[in-house]
């Protein structure tokens, strides 16, 4: 077992995403900037993954710089406490974390490393179909979209067939983003309408959200000429062809898996209790079970609400709702202070179903169209602000 070192090494945060930026914020302001310590990312920038949908505009302008925010901008003053690397290793025994740069040993450990996509042993899925998780990814999606709309321009003119895999939040705004967005005015050309499928799967289609969202999603896929396939998981995937699991197939010029994520690999090798799909157990203070002074929290943690036995879903949202709980921990664990429990309270959801088009549920109330999808722009713009010059990350 782990013992939380209280001085010396410095507090290490691993990851800078959503969950990471909001605990440095708070490390920082709740140590009045006199607690030693140092961030980890393998880039130099936050990048917006919740707004990764909007695949037209990155085809349309493939700048980083509206995707992200450089760090060293939102740390402005604590440049030093930045390190650029990949996290090899998480040695808990030792307290050393190994980057590709060295090692860097820490006191105490805040774990915010995010996600991978999870492809369930689909054959062929992992190589045949582009993604939108992390920004990488979504730029060649989006380069791949541009170069298929520009072939279809300039030949036949038939529709592009794109198939959309996952019918979550994320598959869903990706499958009705490129079925509605003006793909002529973003590529500066004519093309064809996409004819898009969005296979949902055999969970239902927006799984776990309220009905009411779930029923204004459906309407409004249907406005934007969204195919729903639902019922059957992919069982395989083919070059320019999949296969589900009742024998039919599909034909596609693009396929997009967004199917769902797990731990990543560096996280699933840490020797500690893991959930479902790898992700770290955490206890109701957002300690990794049995390691006093290692938080995990965001995709990476699995933190099970006692009262409801339910898991708090991998949002952006909950990963900064956690921050502060896990940051105050982390803090109370240096000084011998009690530690709190965290509970989280849904803001709200809103999936946008296409440019200007949203259906949302907060706090019980529906709502969709304009005014959702509005209020889900509000929200991404107050983000990105905050990200600018050690703003604090507002919440999603
Ligand atoms: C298209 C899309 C739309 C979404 N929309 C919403 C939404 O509307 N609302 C919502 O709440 N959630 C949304 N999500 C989910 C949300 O993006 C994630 O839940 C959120 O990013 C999780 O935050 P995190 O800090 O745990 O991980 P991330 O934000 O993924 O951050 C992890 C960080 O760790 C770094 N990292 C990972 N591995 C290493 C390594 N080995 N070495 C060094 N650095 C590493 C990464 O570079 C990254 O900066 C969406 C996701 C997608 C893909």
Known sequence: MTAARSSGDPVVILGAGYAGIAVWHEVHRRGRGRIPCVLVDRHPTHFFQTELYKLDQIAGSDAPARWGAPLREFLEGHEQVLRTGTVEKIDLESRIVSLDSGPLPYSQLMICLGSVPAYYGVPGAEANCRLVYGWEAARLLALDLRSAFELAARSSGSPLKIVVIGGGSTGTEVAAEIASA????????????????LVVGALPLLAGLPEGLVTHARRLLRRARVRLNEGNNVQRVDPRQLTLQDGTSLSFDVAVWAAGVRAPEVVRTVAAEHGSAGRLKVTENL?????PGVFAIGDVAEFRDRSTGLVVPATAQAAMAEAPVATRNLLARRRGTPLRSFVYRERGSIVEIGPGAAAGAIRHVTIWGRPAALLKSLVEEGHRRSTGHGGRPPGL
Request: aromatic share 4%; hydrophobic share 45%.
């Open 287 to 291: 300690e990794v079970v049995d390691r």
């Open 182 to 197: 003006d793909w002529s005015a973003a590529l500066g050309l004519r093309v064809p309408d996409p004819d898009v499928t």
